[in-house]
Structure formats: C-alpha cells, structure tokens
C-alpha cells in the first residue's frame, strides 16, 4: 500500500465536513474541542488519571490524555474537553492543554514507527499530540467514566465497515468506593507499522503505582459520544480479538498478564485494535478481589509489504559503536577487555525484541583462547518500556582471566531461538565477536619434592608465591603422575585448601614404593583455568644388587645398594641409614657405627653403595635420603629396604608351622602359632614375598583365633609359593625376648 494521499477536491469536502460536525457536535452537547477545528484520521489514543486530592466530598484527579493522528488528516486542536460521568452524579468535564513540543496541534512524529518499516512502505505517518488536565469529581461512585470522542478515523482502515464515518471514542473507568486510585499509565508506544511475514511480540507497558494488580485484554474498538460508547463494526475476516490477518488465521495472542501480543502478520492492511487493562484491589473486609479501574488504548497499525533491509538483516551487532574495531589478522569485529572482568556489553543497530531473550543465557556462548567454554550467568538487556533493547549486557559466572582472545558467538538458545530484532528478524547462529583480553597475571608455583614417607607412601610437596594471582579465583591444586613405562600424566588426586601445599598418594602403597619410580608434577585450578603444570620430580628408589632375599646369615654380608638419581633439586650428597625395629617401632638411625665405608654419605652423582652388616640377629631396614641445600625444609626419601638377621633355632615352646592350605576345607586354613599366647608384651608376625616386599603384618599381639589366611594386607589372596616370615615375641616379665625367621609355602590345594 502507498502512501495515503487526499485529492485536492476530497480535501475541501472533508473542510467542509469539519465545520459540519463542528455545528453538529455542539448542537447535541457531546464532547468536543474548545478549538473551532475538528480532527480527523484519528489514529488511536488513550487516556489515564492520577488522584491528587480530596476536598469535603470531592476528589481532584489529574488527567493525562495521548491523541496520534494521520499527518494527512487536520492538524488538532490545542485543547480537548474530557467528560467524567456516573449514574450517582451529574456530568462534570475538564479542559485538558496540549503539552507537546513543537507545532500546536501537529505533535511529533511516533518515535517507534518507522522503526521497521520505511515512511514509504508504511503508508502512513502518525503523529502524537500529549494533553494535561484536572478534574474534580463531586463523591465515591463504583462507575466513573472519564471519556473522550471525536471524528473521525482514517479512510484507508481496512478492517472496519465505513471507517471514513467511524467516530473515535477512548476511555478510563474508576470505582473511588474503596479508596482512591491512580490508574495504570501506559508507558509504550502503541504506534507500530510491521512487514508481512514476521513474528512480531508487541508490548503494551504499563507502571500500576498503588501495586494493584493488572488484566490486559484484547477490546473493541468503539465509536461514541460524551461517556456514552458503542461496538464498531468490523469487516469481513476481522473481530476485535482477531484485528489483523495472520498466519495461520487467528493466531494474534495476548499475554493477560503481561500485555505482550504476538502475531504474524499475513496481509497487506491497515487496522484499528483496541487494548483495555483492568486493575483489581483487594478488599481485606469482604476478602475478595474487586475491580478499582480500568484504562484502554485505541490503536491504527499498518502493516507493510516488507520491512527495511537493515532490519531485515536482523539482529547485528552496531559495530559503528567507540571501542570496537576490525582485527587484522581475522576479521573480526573486536573490543578489548581488561582481565578480571566479568561483564560483556553488546550493542545493536536495530532494537532487540527482549521476548526473545532465552532467560538461562543460552543465546550466546563464549569460549576460552583455549577453546574452552567460559559460562554465563545470566543476560541484561537493558529493556525499554516497548520491551526493546539497544544493548545488552553480558555476566560472566567467572571473570576473564587468561591473556588471549576469547570468542563470543550466538547460538540457538533452550527457547529455540536465536534473538530477534524488533521486526521479528533473528540473529545469525555463530555471528561472532571477538574479546581481547589483556594484563592477566601469571600464577608462580613450583614443584619442591617427592619423598617416601616413613617406606609407605609417596607425598608430593610444592610451593606458590600467593601475591602472584588474585587468591579469590583459586578453586583448586591438581596433582598428576606418570607410571613406569606410561607415556602420559594422569590425575591422581586434588586438594582445595590453596595453602596446604602437599599430598599423599594413597594409590601407591608399601608394596608398590619397593618396585618402582613415581613421576609427579602439580597444576593449579584458578577461575575455571588449569594454570600450567609445574615441572616433574620423580621418587627415589632403592634397590639391592645382590639378592633379593632380605634373609641374611648373622655372619658378615655385604649389601649391595643402588637407587635412580633424584632430580628434585641439584644433589650434593646422598646420605645411607639403617633402623633396627624394637617392639614394633623402627628406633634410632645409624649412620656411620654399622657402616664400614668412608663413602658414607655418599656424594653426588654416585648412587651406589656396599654396606657390610655385622649386626646382632633381629629386623632392621636401610634407607637413603638427600636434602635440598638451597632449602633445607625438603627433604626427600626412599623407599626403604628390609634386612632380617637370622636367629638361633625356634624356641622349643613355640611351634610355627612351615605351611598352609587356604582353601576353606576347615584343615590347615590359617597360619596357627602354637603357644603364641605365652608372649604377652609382644608376638608380631611379617610376612615377605620372594623380593623382600612385606605382604602382610599382624598386630603387636597376634592372635590364633583370627590367623594370617595367606592373603595380603587388602585381604586379597596371595599366589601359591614360598614367604619369608619374622615372629618377634617378648615377656617383659622374664625378660625374654626372641625373633624367629623361617619360610612357610602356600598351597591351595582343592
């Protein structure tokens, strides 16, 4: 449809129509402007009042009346007259002054109508022209109605019979019985021109100041005079809930409780609608909800044949906007952040329909410069009263933390949508923007040592420099290792404490520290972002060369020791100890009184040495350590290696068997000591595979009635073979002390 336009003749008949109704109007009393000129092409309107005071038994209100005219119509006057009526009073009225800038009578152009569509596609330009005005009433009544009418409504309307001789009528309704009120005041503009094809979601905004609560309805558009109304007639294919051609047909909808109607447009038209919105009050005597008020809003749309090609491109990011510029090296449209922070702005050339904002903040994503995700919180999008958009504001769950660029693209939100501009067009998925973030800190740890602590387990120890990253984004040390022969780290274990600095591997156990080095390294977690591992530092392993067997005769024998070269720090010396077990416990530390060898301690790079035991009959173990000469805090040790001196011939009051079946037949299950009980103070049982590794050890006391059943410490079953075992017995009462070593065989024999 083009551009209405009115033949020159058409125009002076229409003059002269206005002096008609003029004389009419007047003649029968009904509402009319104190001006001498009549409007027509009405386009819509509304009208609101606010209470002000109350005088005796009147009530002063302030009137806010809007009028949009058709710019090919007359101009308007620059006063209108607003009636109040109710059945309990007379008829009062109130001359309301146009406030609006500009040329008296013309207004100003509707500011959101051509957002979509061009002055030329719409066929029409509407203007607003605002009036302010008081009323006082004269008592309560439960039905004031304050009211305007005037002529007449747009020719080219298409979904009304004869709109040319179509008055207009607009009202607000008010029940004072209760209490006072303000009315909702419309706050959105209701002047839209939309394109075929298109989803529109059109809001009409309201701000309810008492708290009342609020019932948006689709209503009919009326004609009428002074506070008296009727129905107009719609065309053919139109009803007042169905104003506009859709598709599919009827499918217009309006949200009753926040006054946003959707709608796909389908036709080439130009129609009227009407919106009313009831306000409800509690009533705490009768206890129910009763209707205070109402306002309604008689609106013109036209509907065009398409929207403008920038709207059409739909949701883009204004790139004209200070602080974004082109990268050179791909193309993207930038803007440079500072590190730590943790909200994204995005602006737009054509208004966002916020309706379309997924509320979980699923329309966007943002990747790390290591690819990975960085989450968002939620979205701001800074909506306006028409429920639209020129920015956006993006929160971040974490802030940006990581020197480099980050990749901010939309996508289709839990909604189904991407967003979608105000003419119903969506943003590309993908559309990227790009973030460059700069003067990030950079987090300073380091690994300090591996040792073994007391011959079971490997601890890791490390340090970090706290002023060196912001302590409030830590979240966690991680804590990997390598395996003989693996090619790659894996994660053993976490600690979230930021100040404890150290850990246990409780995954390698006593059994495992004899067999093999250990390969760790540490990987601080901070604001979602592993930081970097620290180099490696391996475990110590100690090993004999001469045997496996920790049994020796209680003659001088020497022993063979070799371990891998630590790199936790650079070694100046490895030191060689040796512990004796006394009543359970390892005791003392000898150095150089049982070492033969001026080698001791050993100086770096060598990492061997030959021990000669002349040691009396009993358990002992020998073990290396080195400490960090830079900072002597670190020290870290070995596994340690067993050495059991044997014993003279089992003493003749206990019987130790030298083999078990533990196969559940009830016979020879359990390893049974005879007269074990007779040691009160001590009767301690290890057992040792082939290697040296003790597989299992009993109690201080061990007890017959829950016997060693050939399996390890984890009660797992044992493979069929020979052991090594140590019994330690001792009453203090006679001073009797004794260890027995000896070998028993497995055999689960079925």
């Known amino acids: 449809m083009g551009i209405f336009t009115i033949p020159i003749v058409d125009y002076y008949k229409i003059k002269e129509m206005k002096n008609l109704f003029k004389t009419i109007f007047t003649a029968v009393a009904i509402l009319a402007f104190t001006s001498t000129a009549k409007a027509s092409h009405n386009a819509g309107g509304d009208i609101q009042y606010e209470y002000i005071s109350s005088t005796g038994g009147t009530h002063k209100y302030k009137l806010v009346m809007r ?55 719409a066929g029409v330009t509407i203007n607003v022209v605002t009036y ?13 109605t304050f009211a305007f009418s005037t002529c007449c409504r747009n020719p080219s309307v298409d979904n009304i019979l004869n709109p040319s001789s179509q008055g207009f009528y607009i009202e607000a309704k008010l029940n004072n019985q209760i209490g006072q009120n303000t009315s909702p005041e419309f706050v959105s503009e209701p002047v839209r021109a939309f394109c075929v094809g298109r989803t529109f979601n059109w809001k009409q905004s309201t701000i309810e100041p008492d708290g009342d609560s609020l019932f948006y309805r689709i209503s009919h558009v009326k004609d009428g005079s002074s506070c008296t109304s009727s129905n107009i007639t719609y065309a053919a294919g139109w009803t007042y809930d169905q104003p506009i051609t859709t598709s599919p047909a009827q499918s217009l909808s309006m949200n009753s409780a926040t006054g946003l109607i959707t709608f796909k447009p389908a036709s080439v038209e130009i129609d009227v609608m009407a919106v009313t919105v009831d306000e409800y009050r509690f009533d705490p005597t009768l206890y129910v909800w009763r209707k205070i008020g109402e306002v309604n809003r008689d609106m013109q749309i036209a509907i065009a044949s398409a929207c403008t090609p920038q709207a059409q491109a739909g949701v883009q990011l204004d790139y004209q906007a200070p602080g974004i510029y082109q990268d050179p090296d791909n193309g993207l449209p930038t803007v440079d952040y500072n590190c730590l922070d943790s909200t994204v702005t995005l602006k737009f050339k054509v208004k966002l329909d916020c309706s379309s904002i997924s509320p979980d903040g699923t329309d966007f994503r943002l990747t790390k410069p290591d690819g990975q995700p960085l989450a968002i919180e939620s979205f701001t999008a800074n909506c306006d009263a028409n429920n639209e958009a020129t920015q956006m504001t993006i929160k971040l769950y974490k802030p940006l933390s990581k020197n480099g660029k980050y990749f901010l693209y939309s996508k289709v939100g839990n909604d189904g949508n991407t967003l979608l501009n105000k003419c119903g067009f969506p943003m590309n998925e993908f559309d ?4 460059n973030v700069t003067g990030c800190f950079n987090a300073i740890y380091e690994m ?8 079971q387990n490997p601890v890791i120890e490390w340090s970090a420099d706290t002023s060196s990253y912001p302590d409030y984004l830590f979240q966690e040390w991680q804590i990997f290792r390598k395996d003989p022969g693996a090619t790659n780290y894996v994660k053993v274990g976490t600690v979230f404490d930021q100040y404890k600095y150290n850990f246990k591997d409780g995954q390698i156990g006593f059994i495992k520290v004899d067999q093999d080095s250990y390969d760790y390294r540490v990987d601080m977690k901070l604001n979602d972002d592993l930081q970097g591992h620290t180099n490696d530092i391996h475990s110590i392993l100690l090993e004999r060369d001469n045997g496996v067997v ?18 936790g720090w650079a070694v100046d010396s490895y030191t060689v100890f040796l512990q004796e077990k006394i009543g359970g416990t390892w005791m003392g530390e000898w150095i150089h009184d049982h070492v033969a060898s001026p080698q001791n301690p050993v100086l770096a790079p060598d990492t061997t040495y030959q021990m000669f035991l002349e040691l009396a009959p009993g358990e002992y173990r020998v073990c290396i350590r080195t400490t960090n000469p830079v900072d002597t805090q670190y020290t870290a040790y070995s596994n340690c290696l067993p050495i059991i001196i044997t014993t003279p011939p089992f003493p003749d009051t206990v019987v130790v068997p030298n083999f078990i079946t533990p196969n559940g037949d009830g016979v020879n299950d359990g390893f049974i000591i005879q007269n074990v009980d007779d040691y009160e103070d001590l009767s301690q049982l290890s057992v040792y595979n082939r290697w040296g590794d003790r597989v299992w050890q009993s109690d201080y006391l061990y007890d017959n009635s829950n016997p060693w059943r050939g399996t390890n410490m984890n009660g797992v079953k044992l493979a069929d073979g020979v052991y090594f075992y140590t019994l330690e017995l001792l009453n203090a009462s006679d001073n009797y002390e004794y260890v027995v070593n000896g070998t028993v065989t497995i055999m689960d024999a079925r």
């Open 67 to 121: 009028l949009y005219r058709d710019v090919t119509g007359i101009t308007l006057p620059t006063n209108a007259t607003v009636y109040a009526c109710s059945a309990n009073y007379s008829t009062v009225s109130a001359t309301l002054s146009e406030i609006t800038p500009g040329t008296s009578g013309q207004g100003v152009v509707a500011p959101t109508l051509f957002d979509c569509v061009s002055s030329t596609n």
């Open 132 to 144: 302010e005005g008081e009323i006082t009433l004269p008592g309560n009544a439960p039905d004031w």
């Open 432 to 435: 990227t923007i790009q973030l």
């Open 448 to 455: 300090e040592n591996v040792t073994i602590q007391d011959d």
């Open 550 to 567: 920790p049994i020796f005769d209680p003659d001088t024998v020497p022993v063979n020791l070799q371990w891998n070269t630590y790199n």
